[in-house]
């Protein structure tokens, strides 16, 4: 499945200074790995050596939130990276 | 007490909306509002909350405005630069509206202060720009049940959220701990100056929600704002039972400073002291052994200044671009704080750079310490 990846400003240092990107991919895992070929070392900035999502990003799917890789995109077509922001 | 003929004048357009009112006025008259941080984001919420009416206006700031600040912190003209920010705001505030006390805290919100700051107020509106701070505002927020409203800027885009204790999840339920330097400030990475405005009058517009007691809050839900796409976020987020302050068997119960924590160093890279670094440049030829020197800050502050001879390679682009690194040299990290230039380190270890090492304390601690012509932004 096609999906649209919109992402956080703090990553966008990898997809050349994309707001949104494309991915392909069921599940999250997927889409994630597919964005890690096209954008070679997008991944490791969200996803730490254990395959947790850092303490510092959500990711959502539309507008639910992903708490395990392995879920399903479930025909939502937009995956959200989030990135915790500290400038004030 | 009713409202004086001043007040009626003064929040007619208040006083003309249902869910506002009389009654409405009066609230928030009575109602004590704490501004932490006078910046991007403390500037338009507090002279928002003050031209509202909102009868004890507390502003905690330690700077003292600088003239780059004035891109973007409203509250400040240019006659404020070099001014305690939390005097200069109360001033400016009392000038917009004489009718409210404003109380200038001029201090550094710390473990030991936070609980006497936030029990003299109702509600907290969060705008600083420190993650530590940010942090121990919402434990202190959880801890003493204020509602908190928070809110984060970078470069072009915003997010919002607020907490009111009992009904929602709280700060740590949606980022639980971000390492200090792991997402850069504005003084590291730049922001749009009307950026803060958006979000900073979101904030004040939850708090006199939650002061009212109408519409719906942002509890549970991060809003987030990209200016550049002008586009809007709501995502819904739950409180989380394993949450350290706010869980069900949390581990803080008290405010407590955070440990400064960047990325972690992997082992075998070398930390370098400035002065280390120093002596391992030397002179071209004269090295006590090849070095490579790998500047991961962002372009703009790479062309502000750097050292000579060092390669730019953003951290962005350290992963693509690793076989650019010697592989007959030490390996030399550096950036503005030493953050940035962990995480490259860690990345260069994962694809088996063999010799790294990381500058400790970043070029503003070699500015500060060997080479004070250097410009670091």
Known sequence: MNCTVRVASPLRSYTGGAQAVQAQGATVAELLADLERRHPGMRFRMIDEQGRIRPHIRLFAGSREIRDLSERMDGERVLHLICALSGG | ??????????????????????????????????????????????????????????????????????????????????????????????????????????????????????????????????????????DACVIFAKPLVSA?????????????????????????????????????????????????????????????????????????????????????????????????????????????????????VRRLAPAELAAMRGEPGQQAEPVQLVDVREPHEFAAGHLARALSIPLGQIERRVAELARDATIVFVCRTGARSAQAAAIAARHGVPRIAQLEGGLLAFAAAIDSSLRVL
Request: with cysteine; hydrophobic share 45%.
């Open chain 2, 152 to 268: 984060a800027i970078y470069r072009f885009e915003g997010q919002a959220m607020t907490y009111v204790p009992g009904r929602g999840p709280c700060y740590r339920c949606l980022f639980p701990d971000v390492g200090a330097g792991v997402t850069p400030s504005c003084a590291e990475a730049g922001v749009l100056g009307v950026l803060p405005g958006v979000l900073g009058a979101i904030q004040a517009t939850e708090a006199i929600k939650i002061i009212l007691g109408i519409g719906e809050l942002l509890i549970g839900r991060l809003l987030t704002y990209d200016a550049l796409a002008m586009r809007f976020g709501d995502f819904a987020f739950a409180r989380r039972p394993d949450c350290a302050v706010c869980g069900d068997h949390p581990d803080i119960c008290a405010p407590r400073d955070s440990v400064a924590r960047g990325a972690a160093v992997p082992p075998g």
């Open chain 2, 1 to 138: 007490m009713s409202l004086s003929p001043a007040e009626l004048a003064r929040y007619s357009r208040h006083l003309l909306l249902g869910e506002v009112g009389a009654a409405g006025q009066e609230r928030l008259r009575a109602a004590r509002v704490l501004v932490v941080g006078a910046g991007g984001l403390g500037s338009p919420a507090a002279l928002y909350l003050a031209a509202s009416g909102i009868g004890t206006l507390g502003v905690v700031d330690c700077d003292v405005v600088e003239v780059s600040n004035l891109q973007r912190q409203v509250l400040f003209d240019t006659q404020d630069v070099g001014r305690a920010k939390a005097d200069a705001a109360r001033e400016h505030l009392v000038a917009l509206n004489p009718q409210i006390s404003v109380v200038a805290h001029a201090l550094e919100l710390k473990a030991a202060n936070v609980a006497e700051l936030v029990h003299q107020y109702d509600v907290v509106v969060d705008g600083c720009d420190r993650v530590a701070t940010r942090y121990l505002v919402n």
